[in-house]
């Protein structure tokens, strides 16, 4: 069992940056691979990122690559999620999830952190 605990959602106008984290419980983390998801209002959940559980590979959809960042620590079992230039359509609530593959797909992860709101004014 993994729990996940977001936490550094909040309001940022157009152009600025946010930094999320994602708590895990438990001695395992290591071995899950990490990913961000979010959903805007109104939209269906979707991918953002994802993190091998070295930390060594991720991936990033296409709206998002070269403006965000996903890193871990894995001896604060910790993942992070640095979010630069950030746009409206950023607007959303973000997820962590924690999974035994390395995907962009909802049901490779088996672990989800209640979400913490994004929200950025133009």
């Known amino acids: 069992q993994v729990q996940l605990v977001e936490s550094g959602g909040g309001l940022v106008q157009a152009g600025g940056s946010l930094r999320l984290s994602c708590a895990a419980s438990g001695r395992t983390f290591s071995s899950y691979r990490m990913a961000w998801f979010r959903q805007a209002p109104g939209k269906e959940r979707e991918f953002v990122t994802s993190?091998?559980?070295?930390?060594?590979?991720?991936y990033y959809a296409d709206s998002v690559k070269g403006r965000f960042t996903i890193s871990r620590d894995n001896a604060k079992n910790t993942v992070y999620l640095q979010m630069n230039s950030l746009k409206p359509e950023d607007t959303a609530v973000y997820y962590c999830?924690?999974?035994?593959?390395?995907?962009?797909?909802?049901?490779?992860?088996?672990?989800w952190g209640q979400g913490t709101q994004v929200t950025v004014s133009s």
């Open positions: 993190i091998s559980r070295s930390g060594g590979m991720t």
């Open positions: 999830a924690a999974g035994r593959n390395f995907g962009s797909l909802e049901r490779e992860y088996d672990y």
